[in-house]
């Protein structure tokens, strides 16, 4: 079955506050001035960097806290099973989580780092850690029933965690006129000039198109003649006025999608 993002939250990261997306299968940002395109992709870089366990890494880097609003809010849902991380900047000027929590469709929560819980908050998340441990080879001898719901519970997650960390891991921005598709991820592509022929705006409409059968397609351009070459509903036009906060609005009036 095709993987898809049923949710994104995104809030306290430069111009993007309390942004909630319900993308498409395709999704097409038109952003004229770059500025959410610019955004989106460093809240997804900063979900990679984490799933790898790199996150202080990430952050000491130049230029990279710049903008950051504490808390920091983040929050993907793949096929209705959310992960969400909070982010807060601490007097010794160390940005720590302070809450990483999943939610699965299936009705199990688990908090991995939650407000005034143990473990305190923590410089790197556990999703690495859960990602990287292997499968076990030996079988289980059978348990007491709550030992084997307590099993059956720690399999879920650890199999949730382990496919959210894989597709967050995989993510990288390519150009929309060549990529590449990586089945255990999503593809993210950026078309940066205005003026296109139109062969080259068919081909990248029929190219995204292609690849949205297979994984979730996050498309961004500042193109009107290519954004109009896409469905109505698959758009969204992106603005950041003068106050610095974006606004996502589709072109199309979009139903919630439930779970």
């Not at 983040?74 to 007097?91: A, G, I």
């Not at 940005?95 to 005034?116: C, N």
Request: with cysteine; aromatic share 6%.
């Amino acid at each position: 079955m095709r993987t898809r993002f049923t949710c994104l939250e995104m809030d306290g990261l430069r111009s993007l506050r309390g942004v909630v997306l319900h993308p498409e299968p395709l999704e097409v940002l038109l952003d004229a001035e770059g500025t959410a395109t610019r955004d989106v992709i460093a809240a997804f870089t900063l979900l990679r960097e984490l799933a790898h366990g790199r996150l202080q890494q990430h952050l000491s880097r130049p230029g990279v806290t710049d903008g950051l609003r504490s808390p920091v809010r983040l929050s993907l849902s793949v096929d209705w099973n959310t992960y969400r991380v909070e982010l807060q900047r601490f007097p010794d000027g160390v940005w720590r989580l302070v809450e990483e929590t999943l939610d699965l469709l299936a009705g199990v929560a688990a908090e991995f780092i939650a407000p005034g819980q143990e473990p305190p908050p923590a410089e790197e998340a556990l999703l690495a850690s859960y990602a990287d441990l292997p499968p076990e080879e030996e079988p289980r001898a059978p348990g007491t029933g709550a030992e084997e719901e307590a099993r059956m519970l720690g399999d879920l997650v650890h199999g949730a965690m382990r496919s959210m960390a894989a597709l967050l891991r995989g993510f990288r921005v390519q150009p929309a006129g060549a990529f590449d598709v990586d089945a255990e991820s999503f593809l993210v592509l950026e078309e940066p000039d205005v003026d296109l022929p139109a062969n080259a705006v068919w081909d990248r409409v029929q190219s995204a198109r292609a690849a949205s059968l297979r994984i979730p397609v996050l498309l961004f351009t500042p193109s009107v003649a290519l954004a109009d070459a896409f469905d109505l509903q698959d758009v969204q036009r992106v603005e950041t006025p003068a106050d610095g906060a974006s606004s996502f609005r589709p072109l199309l009036a979009r139903k919630e999608p439930t779970g």
